[in-house]
């Protein structure tokens, strides 16, 4: 069974505790627009990241508040940088890159918190239900463009999550996708 995704394209961005966001910003975090994510949205706080070699600025952070430090990036983001992260799931930190941020209040170095985040598929239950598709299963995304392909990407139900295949600008870049474009899904 095939079917259609909208696709939405993941720049870099940072995921906070609110202690680690209390200790980067006197201000309150304020909301700059909603993501499609039902409750999630970007905020009008920036920082900027630091490895070894470089570093990124304005680099937002995305809200509400999570349990866990998260800073998401594609290759290019780890080669300005200069640190090799490795590709995950979000919240799957264990050995992930260390990596500074840099706030108006200063700077803080989190440990095992830098990731490329793996492609993965939005969807609530009705959706998995919908597609005969398991939480976590493997699933092909069909590139059918002038530069064709695939992406293999992980299914992410959640109880309002909403129908999003997520790639990051590179992988985007790569194939000329655009945002909201629709990709084939092939089980």
Same mark, same amino acid.
């Given at each position: %069974?095939?079917?259609?995704?909208?696709?939405?394209?993941?720049?870099?961005?940072?995921?906070?505790?609110?202690?680690?966001?209390?200790?980067?910003?006197?201000?309150?975090?304020?909301?700059?627009?909603?993501?499609?994510?039902?409750?999630?949205?970007? *905020?009008?706080?920036?920082?900027?990241?630091?490895?070894?070699?470089?570093?990124?600025?304005?680099?937002?952070?995305?809200?509400?508040?999570? *349990?866990?430090?998260?800073?998401?990036?594609?290759? *290019?983001?780890?080669?300005?940088?200069?640190?090799?992260?490795?590709?995950?799931? *979000?919240?799957?930190?264990?050995?992930?890159?260390?990596?500074?941020?840099?706030?108006?209040?200063?700077?803080?170095?989190?440990?095992? #918190?830098?990731?490329?985040?793996?492609?993965?598929?939005? %969807?609530?239950?009705?959706?998995?239900?919908?597609?005969?598709?398991?939480?976590?299963?493997?699933?092909?995304?069909?590139?059918?463009?002038?530069?064709?392909?695939?992406?293999?990407?992980?299914?992410?139900? #959640?109880?309002?999550?909403?129908?999003?295949?997520?790639?990051?600008?590179?992988?985007?870049?790569?194939?000329?996708?655009?945002?909201?474009?629709?990709?084939?899904?092939?089980?």
């Amino acid at each position: %069974m095939n079917w259609k995704v909208p696709v939405g394209i993941s720049n870099h961005h940072v995921h906070l505790t609110k202690e680690t966001y209390e200790q980067l910003f006197c201000e309150k975090i304020e909301k700059l627009k909603d993501l499609k994510q039902t409750g999630e949205y970007a *905020s009008k706080q920036t920082v900027t990241i630091k490895g070894p070699k470089g570093e990124i600025e304005k680099v937002r952070i995305l809200g509400p508040f999570r *349990s866990y430090n998260q800073v998401e990036i594609s290759n *290019s983001d780890a080669f300005i940088l200069g640190i090799k992260p490795p590709v995950r799931k *979000s919240g799957d930190l264990e050995n992930a890159e260390k990596i500074t941020i840099i706030g108006e209040n200063g700077s803080i170095e989190l440990q095992n #918190s830098c990731i490329i985040a793996e492609n993965h598929i939005h %969807m609530d239950q009705k959706d998995l239900i919908k597609y005969q598709v398991e939480d976590n299963s493997l699933v092909k995304v069909l590139v059918e463009k002038t530069r064709k392909g695939c992406f293999f990407a992980r299914i992410k139900a #959640s109880e309002n999550g909403i129908l999003e295949f997520h790639i990051d600008r590179d992988e985007a870049n790569a194939f000329q996708i655009e945002n909201e474009e629709e990709l084939t899904v092939q089980k």
